[in-house]
């Protein structure tokens, strides 16, 4: 039997590549027939690159996670401070290749950074999820998130996406 070996490790400058492959694989795969296809077509590589550059730099306000299995790649989540109040943390993003998917690594990877967040002393968690990603938004409620009622439309994105929130005395 082989042995899946699981490691989560802060993202550094040299991840932009692999980053970009896991974000662009979900947006094309994962999100195929949840985002308008002008949307996905919009997200060209160069556009990926500009969005994931600076979650590869360090910032004192945000993290960005690499969770590896064998060595490789194949999940990618963004956390820091919530732009909206300063006194909660925030997932700003959470995607696992497509390829990994249903496999446990979203899970592990969401945990992972949600108990970093607790030990920042953060009381509230918060994040935003497109409001037709019934799967995704099924993991966080396993986790103790709950909708705050809350939605918005992202001009990028161009679909609903509901807010929601978790304590962080849950994980």
């Given at each position: 039997?082989?042995?899946?070996?699981?490691v989560i490790r802060p993202a550094?400058?040299?991840d932009l590549d692999i980053?970009?492959?896991i974000f662009r694989s979900c947006w094309l795969i994962s999100y195929k027939g949840l985002l308008p296809k002008e949307v996905q077509d919009e997200m060209t590589v160069e556009k990926a690159r500009q969005l994931w550059l600076l979650s590869v730099q360090p910032h004192p306000d945000r993290i960005t996670f690499i969770i590896e299995e064998n060595e490789v790649a194949?999940?990618?989540?963004?956390?820091?401070v919530d732009v909206s109040d300063e006194t909660r943390g925030h997932l700003f993003s959470l995607y696992v290749h497509?390829?990994?998917?249903g496999r446990g690594l979203?899970?592990?990877l969401l945990k992972h950074v949600l108990s970093t967040l607790r030990e920042r002393n953060f009381e509230e968690i918060t994040l935003w999820v497109f409001k037709e990603n019934a799967p995704t938004r099924n993991?966080?409620?396993t986790l103790g998130f709950v909708e705050t009622g809350q939605e918005?439309?992202?001009?990028?994105?161009?679909?609903?996406e509901i807010e929601m929130r978790a304590l962080s005395k849950l994980f």
């Open positions: 039997m082989y042995l899946m070996e699981n550094v400058p040299n980053l970009v492959e194949v999940g990618v989540a963004r956390v820091g497509p390829n990994n998917a979203g899970t592990k993991l966080y409620r918005r439309i992202d001009d990028r994105w161009r679909i609903p």
